[in-house]
Structure formats: structure tokens, C-alpha cells
């Protein structure tokens, strides 16, 4: 079942408002940052401007600094504020203005230029103006220096003005923006609704893609949606496949297996009786055969796009089987060897699919091929690793190693079930992007060869071989 979440058109509405509500906030910092020093430097300006006009019309005379204030100096400043000033000569002493107003001087710095610095003067806040001029005096210092300060208050009325209107612009602009986009997310949301009302108006049984046109944000959920529709019918087709493939299959044996036991309950004699048990054991065991051929037939075609690749050591893998199978033949004298590198030959692959298919080779070299020997072999071949697997029995003739990749392929009098363990084998191998050969060795032996691509590139390194039997 699935669970209903939060309505996507609200998250990426309520993102969207977060974002922009940031940005505004952003904005407004910037914009009162930016209007305080446009307001401090316009007012700094004015307020150097008068300071140089003072300092303009101040001269050395007679061994003493004199000074002519003039008034359009102190017409440029604001007359809301309080203006303040004093004029002193080299030695420091007041020449005019305010005896009270003595603000610290930056007599090393005077040669820079005017200096605009931020100070108190009666307990208010003061912008000061200092501008030095040289005098022609003897000495460490000749600078007749003019300060001239001015309250704050004009400046900050202006830039508060400023940057409330200014603000009140971005709130407004900002509100319009937020509705056109939440109409725009809702209008651009439309087309996943419509995919989702054609899904409801389909019948269950169609599987075909959907054809209609999406805007190219979404075509590649479209496509995901279609990719696992194409998935689903081919399992669906798949599995009927299956079902059929076993219900033709179990047919004839169960019918048989239903007449023996039909003609062992006929049996008056104890000869006829255990000849019919024979038979019907044989039965038995050929239709357990035929069923485990069915399922695992059927298990692999599901696991060959439904299951994540691992990586694999095709040495270890192959070396387990041998020793399990073999387990089971210890009454037979075979000469049986693994040559492999020393180091893993490592793929990426399923290991229950790739075990089956090792499992069904040495399965059919152990019941129609092996008669004294058998061998696996793993070696290095360019992107890939090959394994194979050669036995010294009579193999498959040529002229039927295509005819074996195909399930339920007709058999010679020798073999029963459904012959299907080399087409298991050959489905494995093309859910892996490898290839089954088959082929004839040294001294005629029959060789069956999976090749599989190589999840390193590293060199073949040197080889070892065991003897296991």
C-alpha cells in the first residue's frame, strides 16, 4: 500500500515562499546597508566641501595663523543639525570657533588629505571634518588645522527615508512575485495530474506506453513509467510462458506415472509387482528431475533483470561446486583437475544464477560425458574470463549445438527430462553479456566454454592447477 505524503504542490510552494521571503531579507539588509553609505558619503562630502572652504581662507601673517570663516561654509550643511568648529595653528592653540571643541588630531595623517571620523561632542554624535593647511613655519609640524563637525541627524533621517521606501518597494514586489509563482508551480504541476488520470482511466490489462505529450521535465518519469510497464508485460508473458511450458511438460510423465500405478494395483504376482515398483520408481525420479529443470528455468529468467549484480570469484565458485558434486561420485575413478590463476578472477554477476549454470555443466559432463576424466579450466581472454569445462566423453555433435540453447529441445534415447540444462546455461549467460561455446579439444575431448566479461583489468597472472580426484 502506498502512503499518502505531503502535497507536493504545498512543498515546493512553501520552499519557494522560503526562498524568496531569504532573498528579500537579503535584499533589505543590502539595500539599508547600501542607503546608510550612500547617505554617510553624500553627507561626508558636504561636510569636507565646508571644511576646505575654511581652510581655504586661512593664512600665515605677521608670525601668526589667521582665519576668515566664510558663511557659505556653513550654508552647505544641513540646518536641522548642530554645526561645530575650531581652527588651530602649528602650535596647537585655538585661532577661532569653539574653545570646548577640541577632538583628538591625527597630525601624522594631515598630509593624506581631509579625514571624515565619527566622535561626541556634548554628549551627540558628531561627524568631524578635519583638513589640514600647511603653514610656512618652521618645525616639526606646520599644519594650521580646521575642524568642523555636524550632528547626525539629517544623515540618518535620510537614510532611514531611504531605505523604507525602498523596502516597501521589495515587499510589494515581492508579494506579486510569490502569486505569479505559486500560479505558475500549480499550472506547471498540471501535467503529472494528467498522467495520473489517464493510470485510473486504463484498463488493468494494458500495458501499453503512454503516448501522450509532457513537457520535458517529466519525460523521463514517462519513460521510467513505460520502461517498468514493458518490464511488467514481459513477466507477465514470462510466467504464462512458464505455466504453459509446465503444464505440456508435466503432462505426459504424471499421465504415465498415473498408468504404472494404475497397472501396480493390477499386479497379482510378487515378479510383476516389483517390476511395475521399478518402473515406477524411474517415473518418480525422472518427473523430479523434469520439476527441479522447471523451476530453475523459471528462477533464472526471473533473476536476469531483477537482481543486483555482486562481484564474484569465478575460481571459488567453481571449486565449491566440484567439490559438492563430486561428492556424490566418489565410487567413480576419474581423473578430475581445476587450472586457474592464483589470483580471483573476479566478475560481477548473480552467483545463484551463475552457480547454476557451473552446477548444470558439470551435472551433464558427470551423467553423458565423463568417463575417465574431467577437467575446469579458468584463464584470462582480453576483457574477459573463460571458463571450461572438457570431459573425454562422445559431447554433443555439432550439428545439434545450436538446437540445445533452446528449451525443450528433442533429445537422443539416452538423456531424459525436459533438456533444459544447457538452455539454463545459455540464458545465464546472456543475462551476464557473455556467450557459450561448445568445442573439441586435444584428443577429440568435448569441451563446453562460458566466457564471461571481467570486472578488473589486471594482467593474467601465474596459474596453478589442483588435482582434486
Not at 581655504?56 to 561645530?84: C, H, K
Not at 561632542?121 to 555636524?150: F, K, T
Not at 522447471?294 to 536476469?304: E, F, K, S
Request: charged content about 20%; some cysteine; overall charge neutral.
Amino acid at each position: 500500500m502506498t502512503l499518502l505524503g505531503g502535497s507536493l504542490y504545498t512543498r515546493l510552494a512553501l520552499r519557494l515562499a522560503l526562498v524568496l521571503t531569504l532573498s528579500g531579507v537579503v535584499l533589505l539588509i543590502a539595500i539599508v546597508l547600501a542607503t546608510r553609505l550612500a547617505a554617510n558619503d553624500a553627507y561626508d562630502r558636504i561636510l569636507t566641501g565646508s571644511a576646505l572652504q575654511i581652510a581655504e581662507n586661512t593664512w600665515y601673517q605677521n608670525g601668526s595663523v589667521n582665519v576668515d570663516v566664510p558663511i557659505s561654509a556653513f550654508s552647505m550643511l544641513t540646518a536641522n543639525d548642530q554645526v561645530f568648529y575650531a581652527v588651530v595653528d602649528p602650535a596647537g592653540r585655538l585661532v577661532a570657533g569653539d574653545a570646548d571643541f577640541k577632538p583628538d588630531i591625527p597630525w601624522d595623517k594631515l598630509a593624506e588629505g581631509p579625514l571624515v571620523v565619527q566622535g561626541s561632542y556634548l554628549e551627540l554624535p558628531v561627524s568631524i571634518a578635519i583638513v589640514g593647511r600647511r603653514m610656512p613655519v618652521a618645525g616639526p609640524n606646520p599644519w594650521a588645522v580646521v575642524m568642523l563637525a555636524q550632528t547626525n541627524n539629517a544623515r540618518a533621517s535620510f537614510a532611514g527615508n531611504l531605505g523604507s521606501n525602498a523596502s516597501l518597494v521589495i515587499v510589494v514586489t515581492g508579494l506579486l512575485t510569490v502569486l505569479a509563482a505559486l500560479f505558475t508551480l500549480y499550472q506547471a504541476l498540471a501535467p503529472l495530474k494528467q498522467i495520473g488520470d489517464t493510470m485510473q482511466r486504463r484498463d488493468p490489462h494494458d500495458l501499453s506506453p503512454l503516448t501522450q505529450q509532457v513537457p520535458a521535465e517529466i519525460h523521463a518519469l514517462v519513460d521510467s513509467i513505460n520502461e517498468f510497464m514493458r518490464r511488467l508485460a514481459e513477466h507477465r508473458a514470462l510466467m504464462r510462458g512458464v505455466i504453459g511450458d509446465a503444464a505440456h511438460q508435466l503432462r505426459t510423465p504424471v499421465a504415465a506415472l498415473l498408468s504404472q500405478m494404475e497397472l501396480l494395483a493390477m499386479q497379482a504376482d510378487d515378479e510383476g509387482r516389483a517390476r511395475h515398483l521399478q518402473r515406477l520408481g524411474e517415473l518418480t525420479q525422472r518427473l523430479g528431475e523434469l520439476v527441479n529443470q522447471l523451476i530453475n528455468h523459471a528462477m533464472v529468467q526471473h533473476r536476469a533483470d531483477s537482481v543486483a549484480m555482486e562481484r564474484i570469484d569465478l575460481v571459488d565458485l567453481a571449486r565449491q561446486e566440484m567439490t559438492e558434486m563430486l561428492s556424490h561420485q566418489a565410487q567413480r575413478n576419474l581423473d578430475i583437475a581445476l587450472d586457474a590463476p592464483q589470483a580471483p578472477c573476479l566478475i560481477d554477476g548473480d552467483p545463484v544464477t551463475v552457480r547454476e549454470a557451473v552446477r548444470n555443466l558439470l551435472d551433464n559432463a558427470l551423467k553423458y560425458g565423463a568417463r575417465s576424466l574431467l577437467h575446469i579450466g579458468i584463464r584470462r581472454a582480453g576483457a574477459g574470463w573463460e571458463l571450461s569445462v572438457e570431459d573425454d566423453g562422445p559431447g554433443l555433435a555439432e550439428a545439434h549445438w545450436e538446437r540445445v540453447r533452446k528449451p525443450f529441445s528433442a533429445r537422443d534415447g539416452q538423456r531424459h527430462g525436459a533438456s533444459l540444462g544447457l538452455s539454463i546455461v545459455a540464458e545465464v549467460m546472456r543475462a551476464h553479456r557473455g556467450e557459450m561455446r561448445f568445442g573439441r579439444g586435444t584428443q577429440q575431448r568435448f569441451s563446453v566454454t562460458l566466457r564471461f566479461p571481467a570486472a578488473d583489468s589486471a594482467a593474467q597472472r601465474p596459474g596453478i592447477t589442483e588435482k582434486l580426484g
